[in-house]
Structures are given as C-alpha cells and as structure tokens.
C-alpha cells in the first residue's frame, strides 16, 4: 500500500517537474520520495539550486516561504497548510522594531524559524548549523538574536569575542526538556554518546558530547565508531538514525520530543498535492519578499 502510493508519487513529480524537498523530521515514507531530505540550512540552499518548476516542502511553513524567497518564479507548495512552526509565531515585527530601537547598534541576527514578516527586519538569518559559523563572521560586534533564547545562549558562549543581546522565546518541544531526563538517559544507557540539538535548554546542552543541527547530529552518528546514542532531538531523527545504521543502538532522549506539526504532513499529502487538490501554493507580497530575503541571502553568503 505504502509502496504504490510511493510509486504514483515518484511518477507524477517526473511528469509534472516537482522537486520534493523534506525536512529530516519527515517520516521514513515521506523522506523516501524526496529529491533531497536535509535540515533547514540545506534546505533553503537546495530550494535555490533545484532545477524544477516546482517545489513541494515538507516541512513546516517558514521553510516553505524560504523556498519561496529565493526562488520566487517557482511555484511552492506547502504539503500540509495546518503545519507551522511555534517558535516562528512567538513574536511580531513591531515587537521587534521596538526593541531595536532600544539596542540602535545591535545587528538583528534571526533564527530562520521566524515568518516572513519578521525576517524583513532582520540583518542576517542563521540556522542551527550556520549560527556559531555567521556570527563570528559578520562585521557588527553587537548582536540582538532572536528568537530562540536555547540556540541563543549556545552561540553566545561559542562567540565569546561578541556582545549578545536574546529575547525569550524557543522551541516548545525542544525547551521542554529537562537535565533529570538527560541524567537518568545517560544511567540507563552508560556507553551511549549524548546528541543534541542547540534549541535544548543550556543545562541540557551542557552535558553533550555532540551539539548539532539534525543534519550534523545524523552525519556525527553514522560516523562515530561508537555503538550506542542517545538522541536529542525530534524523535523522527532516532528512526531514521536506527534505519541507516542497523549495526548501532540510538536511544530517544524523551518520548516526549515529537513536533506535532512536523508530524503533521503524510504521505497522502504529498500525493494529493501533486494531483493537484491538497497543499497551499506559498504566495508572498513581492515586497515583502523582496525586502525578506535579503538575510536569507547574507545567511548564505556567511554561511557558505
Ligand atoms: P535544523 O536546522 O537542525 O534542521 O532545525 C530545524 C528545526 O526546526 C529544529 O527544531
Ligand atoms: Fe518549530 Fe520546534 Fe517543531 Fe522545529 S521542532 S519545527 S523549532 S516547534
């Protein structure tokens, strides 16, 4: 059943010139038919290159106008409208035009979980695995980072030759977790090496042996000689994790970090987008676009 769903979908995206972009927290099935499965940063580097006329992300929304940012000619669809990201919603640009106008000589540097909106106000965009890389790298020694406080504090003290200004929002299912969990991971699981991502709160990420973006906590694993891991992050990571690499144990963190919107998206919605009667084509006011994605180009330029 799986397998037809899948073939009809690998022959409809050939013959009407789509590319399937997944983020790494899309399920097995979903990742299957992608053209290209990565994190954001690869993503949105990925969506500029793709030589088709159209463009299925599935993801969560802001990664769907990133898509849209860089390469507005193409038609981008959104496999599951419903899916959003929390974080990219926590503040408004008039939120953030007001504290600008407290810090005058901070450069706002912008997590790419924000919508478009939000990004044109920003001076650069980072994701998780630029962030460290593209603020040591701009000119500005002062830095409003918004708006994952968790990934904030982690470039900060990785950055330390910079002065960094964060707000209070993150990641709801990354956030949650607590130290007692990672503690009581690493007694269950004594040989494992701890993985994580930089959206987890300071004290958690302190006790890692890895911190990385999805792409760079997959790459690390399948790489390492050790056996057994425990994992940081969404838990879609430890599947995948467990399917590349039958010969090695990989260990969810909590059962509890699951992205419920990522979650959201299926594979009958990547079907019923390419027959033409699901999904939401990403329509931005050319403005507004134009205005946005100039730190998603600088995010970029710095990020290589
Ligand atoms: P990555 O850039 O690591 O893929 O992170 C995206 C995200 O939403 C993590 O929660
Ligand atoms: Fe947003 Fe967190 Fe879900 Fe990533 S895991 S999409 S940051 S809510």
Do not use: W
């Amino acid at each position: 059943m799986i397998k037809d769903v899948q073939e009809k979908i690998l022959k409809l995206k050939a013959e009407k010139d789509v590319c399937i972009l997944a983020h790494s927290y899309m399920s097995e099935d979903v990742c299957e038919v992608a053209d290209f499965v990565g994190d954001s940063y690869a993503l949105s580097v990925k969506a500029k290159t793709a030589p088709q006329s159209t463009v299925i992300m599935c993801g969560v929304r802001f990664m769907a106008e990133t898509v849209k940012m860089l390469s507005p000619r193409k038609k981008v669809i959104l496999a599951s409208p419903q899916a959003g990201c929390p974080m990219a919603e926590q503040f408004d640009r008039e939120v953030i035009a007001e504290v600008k106008k407290m810090y005058p000589d901070y450069a706002v540097v912008a997590y790419v979980n924000t919508t478009a909106e939000l990004k044109t106000i920003a001076d650069v965009c980072v994701t998780s695995s630029s962030a460290v890389k593209i603020c040591r790298a701009i000119p500005q020694k002062n830095i409003l980072f918004i708006p994952d406080i968790n990934l904030g504090s982690y470039v900060k003290a990785q950055v330390p030759e910079k002065n960094f200004k964060l707000l209070s929002g993150g990641c709801p299912t990354h956030a949650k977790i607590e130290k007692s969990e990672v503690v009581a991971a690493k007694a269950a699981h004594p040989e494992a090496l701890f993985l994580v991502h930089p959206e987890c709160r300071p004290e958690v990420v302190a006790l890692a042996d890895y911190v990385g973006s999805t792409s760079g906590i997959m790459d690390y694993a399948g790489k390492s000689d050790k056996k057994q891991f425990i994992i940081g992050t969404e838990n879609s990571i430890v599947q995948h994790l467990q399917f590349k690499c039958p010969d090695k144990e990989f260990y969810p963190l909590s059962k509890d970090l699951v992205c419920h919107n990522m979650k959201l998206t299926t594979l009958a919605d990547v079907l019923h987008c390419l027959e033409g009667r699901g999904g939401e084509e990403i329509v931005l006011d050319e403005n507004l676009r134009k205005q946005a994605v100039k730190c998603i180009e600088k995010m970029i330029e710095y990020g290589g």
